[in-house]
């Protein structure tokens, strides 16, 4: 079975500045997605970026990028130019991918991450 | 992106009694996904909802419980049957959002929090 494991349960950050936050997962498989998940206080869950296994670029969408270590299955968020607006907590997730057809999502225990003014 | 529209967004319910969540998806998805998120916990999935079928349950989790319609592509409820206090959570659903024919992520209903008192 797959899991996911995010060791840090919180972090601050000043506004401005940089924070990372980790992620490690456990599969035998070759195949599937990784993702960040932000759920701010409103608790909607709203999808940071995603990485495909296949790929070794790492992902990035404009304030936010990943280190992605496949060999390792580690799976970091790193924010850039930290904004009080990023305040939530952060979930690493993992996805099997069934040869194009839908999994579903395994979460980690996620990160409380607050910025601070 | 699909948006889902979810309701109620709360709800203060009596043990022993039911309440039945709604989701409503602005396009037709094969699969719709139901998820608990108990107080300062992770997602964990219930079930999976197939259009014209039963639903797929996780382990720990059951039909009783738990029933799920989904009479159509874009719609399906949630039941949480005999409601006791442990019952208190956060219920989402979710869909797969496909991309340029792959799976780009899942996209959320805006949550319902349920407390049983």
């Known amino acids: 079975a797959q899991t996911v494991t995010q060791s840090q349960p919180e972090m601050s950050v000043q506004e401005a500045e940089t924070v990372t936050l980790s992620c490690t997962y456990d599969t035998s498989e070759n195949n599937y997605y990784l993702f960040w998940y932000k759920q701010p206080p409103s608790r909607q869950m709203i999808l940071v970026i995603r990485q495909e296994a296949y790929k070794q670029q790492n992902a990035t969408e404009n304030r936010f990028s990943v280190n992605f270590q496949k060999a390792a299955k580690s799976f970091s968020l790193k924010i850039s130019d930290s904004q009080l607006g990023d305040t939530a907590m952060y979930f690493c997730?993992?996805?099997?991918?069934?040869?194009?057809?839908?999994?579903?999502?395994?979460f980690g225990k996620g990160t409380k991450l607050s910025v601070k003014p | 992106s699909a948006v889902i529209s979810q309701k109620p967004s709360r709800d203060i319910c009596q043990r022993g009694t039911s309440l039945t969540i709604q989701c409503q998806v602005d396009s037709q998805v094969t699969m719709m996904f139901w998820y608990r998120q108990q107080p300062g916990q992770s997602l964990t999935l219930i079930a999976t909802?197939?259009?014209?079928?039963?639903?797929?349950?996780e382990s720990g989790f059951v039909i009783d419980k738990f029933p799920i319609s989904r009479p159509n592509l874009t719609f399906s409820t949630l039941t949480v049957s005999n409601m006791s206090p442990e019952d208190s959570s956060i219920y989402l659903c979710?869909?797969?959002?496909?991309?340029?024919?792959?799976?780009?992520?899942?996209?959320f209903g805006s949550g319902t929090r349920l407390t049983v008192v």
């Open positions: 909802a197939n259009q014209g079928s039963e639903a797929t349950y």
């Open positions: 997730a993992f996805m099997m991918r069934y040869g194009g057809s839908q999994g579903n999502l395994i």
């Open positions: 979710s869909v797969v959002m496909i991309g340029t024919g792959d799976i780009y992520g899942y996209t």
